[in-house]
T-cell receptor, first 114, second 115 residues
Framework: SQQGEEDPQALSIQEGENATMNCSYK?????LQWYRQNSGRGLVHLIL?????REKHSGRLRVTLDTSKKSSSLLITASRAADTASYFC??????????????FGKGTLLTVNP | DTGVSQDPRHKITKRGQNVTFRCDPI?????LYWYRQTLGQGPEFLTY????????KSRLLSDRFSAERPKGSFSTLEIQRTEQGDSAMYLC?????????????FGAGSRLTVL
């Protein structure tokens, strides 16, 4: 079963605009990660936010986490055509002290038009 | 080290045939994962190894699926008597024993098409 649900399923913007994607999850977590996947390729880790953090930045990426609402958002600022990809949130459930398994959402397909 | 390698990248087979995928993780990573991804969906967990021990198998992994990781290095995922519903991207990922969060490094995937 998939823990996270990304919203929107698809997003199309112009180069230079900001893109915001949201993720909701169901169970308590240790941390939440965002991954990117170019078409037909594997996933690449972008950023991680721990359950005791509320916001984190990395370059043009900004992630927020609201554990009370069980939701996270990923903001990509000043988007570029090369940012076109699918973006997935992934959580490791706080289950029995084990954090080995990541559960992924269905993803948001971002298209950045030049 | 060139990251996680998967082979073959693409496999087309007829229904009923057996297929095997290989994954070579990052050498110092002791954790290895197999995920399956269908079009428009996120990766779904199949199984997990810590060194050579297979510690969890998803209920998605029917009896036709078997995974091994001999000597805790490379891993193979075999699908016997393939069905059209097995068509998907099979992703391998590895991670080191975490001191904190578990960040996965994925391979490029092996795409299976069952005719």
């Amino acid at each position: 079963s998939q823990q996270g649900e990304e919203d929107p399923q698809a997003l199309s913007i112009q180069e230079g605009e900001n893109a915001t994607m949201n993720c909701s999850y169901k169970t308590s977590i240790n941390n939440l990660q965002w991954y990117r996947q170019n078409s037909g390729r594997g996933l690449v880790h972008l950023i991680l936010i721990r359950s005791n953090e509320r916001e984190k930045h990395s370059g043009r990426l900004r992630v927020t986490l609201d554990t009370s609402k069980k939701s996270s958002s990923l903001l990509i600022t000043a988007s570029r055509a090369a940012d076109t990809a699918s973006y997935f949130c992934a959580t490791d459930a706080r289950s029995g002290g084990s954090n080995y398994k990541l559960t992924f959402g269905k993803g948001t397909l971002l298209t950045v038009n030049p | 080290d060139t990251g996680v390698s998967q082979d073959p990248r693409h496999k087309i087979t007829k229904r009923g045939q057996n297929v095997t995928f290989r994954c070579d993780p990052i050498s110092e990573h002791n954790r290895l994962y197999w995920y399956r991804q269908t079009l428009g969906q996120g990766p779904e967990f199949l199984t997990y190894f810590q060194n050579e021990a297979q510690l969890e198998k998803s209920r998605l992994l029917s009896d036709r699926f078997s995974a091994e990781r001999p000597k805790g290095s490379f891993s193979t995922l075999e699908i016997q008597r393939t069905e059209q519903g097995d068509s998907a991207m099979y992703l391998c990922a590895s991670s080191p024993r975490p001191t904190g969060a578990n960040v996965l490094t994925f391979g490029a995937g092996s795409r299976l098409t069952v005719l």
